[in-house]
C-alpha cells in the first residue's frame, strides 16, 4: 500500500518561511513525478509545484514562482517544498502527490493524480 504523508506545516508570519516534506512509502516511486497541490478554506484544490524523477525538471503554479522551490531526495524516498517569502494567500492544506504524468501535465485542469497524501496545514499570519 502507497503511503505519502507530509509534514512541516504550521503557523508562520508573512514573509517568513516553511519547508514542506513528504517521506513516501510502500512501494518504489522513484521513478514517478511528485508534486504538491493546496486548498485553501472554500476554494479548490490547486496545483502548487511538480519535479520530474530526476529532479532535473521542475514546474511551479504562477502564484508560487520565485518564492516556493520544489526538490527531491530518491535515496530517502522524500519531496520537499520550501516556502519563502509567505504571504497570507498562501494559507492553505498542502497535500503531497505523486504520478507517473510528466510535470507541465500536473497544472492542467482536472489532472488526474493517481497517489495523495493527506495534508498538511500552513497558516500565514498579516
Known amino acids: 500500500q502507497a503511503q505519502l504523508v507530509e509534514s512541516g506545516g504550521g503557523l508562520v508570519q508573512a514573509g517568513g518561511s516553511l519547508r514542506l516534506s513528504c517521506a513516501v512509502s510502500?512501494?518504489?516511486?522513484?521513478?514517478?513525478?511528485k508534486g504538491w497541490f493546496r486548498q485553501a478554506p472554500g476554494k479548490e484544490r490547486e496545483f502548487v509545484a511538480a519535479?520530474?524523477?530526476?529532479?532535473?525538471?521542475?514546474y511551479y503554479a504562477d502564484s508560487v514562482k520565485g518564492r516556493f522551490t520544489i526538490s527531491r531526495d530518491n535515496a530517502k524516498n522524500t519531496v520537499y517544498l520550501q516556502m519563502n517569502s509567505l504571504k497570507p494567500e498562501d494559507t492553505a492544506v498542502y497535500y503531497c502527490?505523486?504520478?507517473?504524468?510528466?510535470?507541465?501535465?500536473?497544472?492542467?485542469?482536472?489532472?488526474?493524480?493517481?497517489?495523495w497524501g493527506k495534508g498538511t496545514l500552513v497558516t500565514v499570519s498579516s
Open positions: 510502500g512501494r518504489t516511486f522513484s521513478m514517478y513525478t
Open positions: 519535479i520530474n524523477w530526476s529532479g532535473f525538471s521542475t
Open positions: 502527490a505523486a504520478d507517473v504524468k510528466a510535470t507541465t501535465a500536473w497544472g492542467l485542469p482536472s489532472v488526474g493524480i493517481q497517489y
